[in-house]
């Protein structure tokens, strides 16, 4: 029994000796170091936003605005459909209170009732003072043909009867031209007064039948198939018991779903990438698994501030191509904007990039070189290496223990363009020391007695 334990002690030293050699040598040869492969393929810098839906075309559902006419500042909203209602065209979006109209419609009707009276009455007394005219002239005719008899008859008479008989006649004639006349006069002052009422009725009558037609009018359907959108109206959505101004009788809207657009904010650092045309790849929060694409259609030109941000951002609306009938307005939107897109290329993350003395762009290789790249685009992630790499490399994300004071490797180009670019610099700089030589000599020459 002793003899097992001691056996069983000592496999367990044994044990934890080989296991404490063993960590201990791996722990001292393995570096903490990270490798990334150099890629090629495509390269696509991405400009990511988010948005928010709203329908490309809309038409506004409107009150009746022809109330104001009728001195209503005001209607109410009485009754309406909840927001978000799918309505066909001529379907109930909701009614407006008509109690002001109708009183105003009753003042009306017996302001029209009076006018009819009126008129009633000035033409019953138009007819009896012309037909008392008509009997005058008459009359007057019958005088006149008697006064002619009367003078016939007396051709035998004395002259002075005979004058007088003349006399007769003309006064006669004279009485029966101012009767005509009397006629023609009154026939017009009455035909203005008949016109007048007349036109006082058919005033009254149109202003009636108006208010009938804008009566209908309360009642607000849809003009178009769409998605009812309450409007805001001095801070709030429009609702049951608000009031909408007669000069501004806009209710709601009805977005035409079938096609949308995602109205996004941009930085002013990312704006100057962002170009109409460039095609959008979009995603959204209340479906995840959906993809669409869009385009961008208009950038704005100027920026602005939004709420809860101190930097300025500019407006970008982008058309999605697809129609779907899930999508409504207000959804948000996550917004992949490809500003540029490479293919066939080499990049790497932007980890591995150094630099040195600001000028000097490098990598680490796996295989212990410190290699000089040139660099092409960027995007969030990566960096397109236009010389430098290939494909297949693999290099360090962060500064491996060897590579502290290792020696960059330079492109031969590259090197020699600095060269060259060296040399130039330096040629004014001997070229001014030569000069300053020369005239030191110069002086020298001149200043010996």
């Given at each position: 029994m002793k003899k097992n334990l001691i056996y069983v002690a000592?496999?367990?030293?044994?044990?934890?000796?080989?296991?404490?050699?063993?960590?201990?040598?791996?722990?001292a040869g393995v570096e903490n170091n990270i490798l990334a492969n150099v890629n090629k393929?495509?390269?696509?810098?991405?400009?990511?936003?988010?948005?928010?839906?709203?329908?490309l075309r809309s038409v506004q559902v409107f009150g009746p605005a022809e109330a104001r006419?009728?001195?209503?500042?005001?209607?109410?909203?009485?009754k309406m459909v909840d927001e978000g209602t799918v309505v066909k065209k001529g379907d109930f979006i909701c009614s407006i209170d008509k109690t002001e109209l109708f009183g105003r419609l009753e003042d009306r009707r017996l302001d029209l009732e009076q006018t009819k009276a009126q008129y009633e009455q000035i033409q019953l007394?138009?007819?009896?003072?012309?037909?008392?005219?008509?009997?005058?002239?008459?009359?007057?005719?019958?005088?006149?043909?008697?006064?002619?008899?009367?003078?016939?008859?007396?051709?035998?008479?004395?002259?002075?009867?005979?004058?007088?008989?003349?006399?007769?006649?003309?006064k006669a004639k004279r009485e029966l031209d101012q009767?005509?006349?009397?006629?023609?006069?009154?026939?017009?002052?009455e035909k203005?007064?008949?016109l007048e009422i007349a036109a006082k009725l058919r005033e009254d009558q149109l202003e009636v039948d108006q208010m009938v037609e804008v009566l209908d009018k309360f009642v607000v359907t849809a003009p178009q198939d769409g998605m009812v959108i309450y409007v805001d109206y001095r801070g709030?959505?429009?609702?049951?018991?608000?009031?909408?101004?007669?000069?501004?009788?806009?209710?709601?809207?009805?977005?035409?779903?079938?096609?949308?657009?995602?109205?996004?904010?941009?930085?002013?650092?990312?704006?100057?990438?962002?170009?109409?045309?460039?095609r959008v790849e979009l995603g959204m929060d209340a479906f995840p698994d959906k993809k669409y694409t869009g385009e961008v259609t208009k950038v704005a030109n100027v920026g602005q501030q939004r709420p809860n941000s101190d930097a300025k951002v500019f407006e970008v609306i982008i058309e999605v191509n697809e129609s779907d009938p899930m999508l409504r307005p207000s959804m948000t939107s996550s917004?992949?904007?490809?500003?540029?897109?490479?293919?066939?290329?080499?990049?790497?993350?932007?980890?591995?990039?150094?630099?040195e003395n600001d000028s000097i762009n490098y990598v680490y290789l796996r295989n212990g070189v410190k290699q000089e790249v040139l660099l092409g685009l960027t995007n969030a992630n990566d960096v397109v290496i236009e010389k430098g790499l290939n494909e297949g490399d693999y290099v360090y994300l962060n500064t491996p223990d060897w590579g502290e004071n290792l020696a960059v490797n330079l492109l031969e180009e590259l090197n020699g363009k600095r060269n060259q670019d060296s040399q130039e610099e330096e040629e004014p700089i001997a070229a001014a020391n030569s000069s300053s030589s020369s005239t030191s000599r110069s002086v020298s020459k001149n200043s010996t007695p």
């Open positions: 000592i496999g367990s030293v044994v044990v934890i000796g080989a296991l404490y050699f063993f960590f201990a040598s791996g722990s393929g495509e390269f696509r810098v991405e400009i990511t936003t988010s948005g928010e839906l709203e329908a006419r009728f001195r209503i500042g005001n209607f109410t909203i009485d007394d138009t007819s009896l003072n012309l037909r008392v005219e008509r009997d005058n002239i008459l009359n007057q005719e019958y005088i006149v043909q008697e006064q002619e008899l009367i003078l016939e008859q007396s051709q035998f008479e004395p002259p002075a009867i005979i004058k007088q008989n003349e006399y007769n006649v003309e009767a005509r006349e009397r006629y023609r006069i009154k026939s017009l002052q203005a007064r008949m709030s959505k429009v609702k049951e018991g608000s009031q909408i101004s007669t000069w501004n009788p806009v209710v709601a809207t009805l977005p035409d779903l079938s096609t949308m657009q995602s109205i996004t904010y941009v930085n002013e650092v990312d704006i100057r990438r962002v170009k109409v045309g460039q917004n992949a904007i490809i500003a540029d897109q490479l293919n066939d290329v080499i990049y790497v993350p932007l980890e591995a990039v150094n630099v």
